[in-house]
């Protein structure tokens, strides 16, 4: 079951990579640049070609630009992100990747997360394993905080406040090295990967990490999720299953 789904989701992440590198790697076309927020036309060339192309299936798909009248996470549903660091990608820095992810019943069920500027690309499907290209991927085995990477970062719509951010430093001052890449799903990727131990942000919406959580859990790891401060927002907690409970 899903497996069409599965090979469908990698060939379109697939062609919108390589139609991005070819026309928007240099000049994604930044269209507004407000605040924390930034909109290229990148974004919804890559928007237009995925929702196209997935439609077909006849699963509803929320994603980052579009209307997302109707959400539930507990539905059946393709969960994408057309361009995950696009500012990144607007500023030439190489980590941003193509998204695609399919939840059901609020499991993830398939991941694919293509890097825009390498032949990284990595996959899940339910019950089969993650993948880095050809090869499986597994969580890393650190089991104290104080020896674990974290990765993490600050969502564009999250509280910036003293207390906030205060939290944030008592937080992260337990563990080893911190990494920011400002791409939720390659974090969540290299998680699964095992180059990092734990993912954590807060207020983050769920296209940004829908399909990385695909792998991690694929990967042997395991999440948490909390409704945040939207309907798309959750508080996202993932890592390998001796640190869950030490986030």
């Given at each position: ?17 390589k139609?991005?590198?070819?026309k ?10 407000k ?35 109707k ?6 549903q ?47 499907f339910?019950?089969?394993g993650?993948?880095?290209?050809d ?62 131990d ?15 959580l ?34």
């Amino acid at each position: 079951m899903f497996l069409e789904e599965f090979e469908l989701a990698k060939n379109i992440a697939a062609d919108t990579a390589k139609m991005l590198n070819k026309k928007y790697l240099s000049n994604p076309g930044i269209i507004s640049s407000k605040e924390k927020d930034i909109k290229t036309e990148a974004d919804m060339v890559a928007h237009e070609y995925i929702y196209e192309n997935l439609s077909n299936t006849g699963i509803p798909i929320i994603s980052e630009e579009g209307d997302n009248e109707k959400f539930n996470l507990a539905d059946r549903q393709w969960i994408i992100d057309p361009i995950d660091g696009t500012l990144n990608l607007s500023r030439g820095f190489g980590m941003s990747a193509v998204s695609i992810s399919l939840w059901d019943g609020g499991v993830p069920i398939l991941g694919v997360v293509h890097h825009l500027f390498s032949n990284e690309v990595f996959t899940s499907f339910h019950h089969r394993g993650a993948y880095k290209n050809d090869h499986r991927i597994s969580v890393s085995t650190i089991k104290q905080k104080n020896e674990a990477i974290l990765a993490t970062g600050f969502p564009s719509g999250r509280d910036y406040s003293r207390d906030s951010l205060n939290n944030f430093i008592m937080n992260v001052q337990a563990y080893k090295k911190i990494r920011m890449l400002g791409s939720a799903a390659l974090m969540l990727a290299y998680v699964a990967c095992g180059y990092f131990d734990v993912y954590h942000e807060a207020d983050i919406y769920i296209w940004d990490v829908a399909a990385g959580l695909a792998l991690v859990s694929a990967a042997g790891g395991t999440y948490a999720i909390q409704t945040g401060s939207s309907i798309f927002k959750y508080n996202v907690k993932a890592s390998n299953k001796f640190l869950i409970d030490k986030i």
